[in-house]
């Protein structure tokens, strides 16, 4: 299922980016009008359903009386409608017809019914009602449109509400040296002490094992 209105891209099918998704329909409903409300144009918004299929609910088994008094409904909304024009177009006609006209409609309704019965009761003896499901609803907005998409919806969203995600950097030239770890990336080394009778000076720096004679 893909609600899709407005005109140019939309109008031929084409939708933007995912923003967020729903399991059904009602919430993508609600996403959408806080959306219009963030002050999102409502051309640049669509719901798509994914994942459609039929789903046929049978309601009841039918019969020549289920059959007749579905017809008798029918009927009698039939006779009403008739009933009102010929008050309109004789207001002076007498209540027995407005009654007789009512019956005439049921009549027509429940022959009408049994009649269509009778011909399709071989192929169904039920009921029911067909309706177009999906398993998820994806709300879409156009590109120039995502980012403040993300901060109306937020954690709803898919992505990250704030900001968009970090664009890395170009790659290295094969030529450049390689980088020189720093003074504080380099791992501690244990201070190697002063040998005795060596005279210390303050303000040299400390030696390390490794520097230290005959290592």
Avoid: C
């Amino acid at each position: 299922m893909s609600m899709i209105g407005g005109r140019g891209s939309q109008a031929t099918g084409e939708v933007g980016p995912t923003v967020a998704s729903f399991p059904t329909y009602e919430a993508a409903q609600k996403a959408v009008s806080e959306l219009i409300s963030g002050e999102i144009p409502a051309r640049e918004i669509a719901i798509v359903g994914t994942g459609l299929r039929s789903v046929e609910r049978v309601t009841g088994r039918l019969g020549y009386a289920s059959a007749a008094r579905s017809g008798a409904i029918n009927g009698l909304l039939l006779g009403l409608l008739f009933s009102a024009v010929v008050v309109l177009g004789s207001p002076t006609v007498p209540i027995q017809v407005f009654v007789g006209v009512l019956f005439v409609g049921i009549a027509i309704g429940m022959l009408f019914s049994i009649v269509t019965y009778s011909l399709v009761r071989r192929r169904r003896d039920y009921a029911s009602v067909m309706a177009v499901v999906a398993d998820t609803y994806e709300v879409t907005v156009t590109a120039n449109s995502l980012h403040r998409a993300r901060q109306v919806l937020g954690p709803r969203a898919n992505g990250p509400a704030g900001t968009d995600p970090a664009v890395p950097g170009p790659p290295a030239h094969p030529s450049d040296p390689p980088a020189r770890p720093s003074s504080t990336d380099a791992p501690d080394r244990p201070v190697a002490p002063p040998q005795y009778g060596e005279r210390v000076d303050p303000d040299a720096p400390r030696r390390t094992e490794d520097d230290a004679p005959g290592s």
